[in-house]
């Protein structure tokens, strides 16, 4: 499984978004959203909800719906 800041970075690189735009997206604060791509061992660091993973999932397949729809 990924972490989470691998997930948040390849789900700005799918959706094409920079990772300031991805956070906006998710109506996630820039700075809490930036404390989430902190390495573990950061004092930054701040772990994702759960209800975070959740939307990113759904905006991702939100996408993907669309693009097929097309």
């Known amino acids: 499984m990924a972490t989470q800041q691998e997930f948040l970075r390849n789900a700005a690189a799918e959706l094409d978004l ?9 109506a996630a604060p820039w700075e809490t959203f930036r404390k989430w791509l902190m390495p573990n ?6 772990e ?3 209800i975070a993973w959740q939307l990113v999932r759904e905006i991702l397949e939100h996408e993907k719906l669309k ?4």
């Open 18 to 26: 920079t990772q300031k735009e991805l956070a906006a997206r998710m």
């Open 41 to 46: 061992d950061s004092g930054s660091y701040r």
């Open 48 to 50: 994702m909800p759960v």
């Open 67 to 70: 693009q097929k729809a097309k």
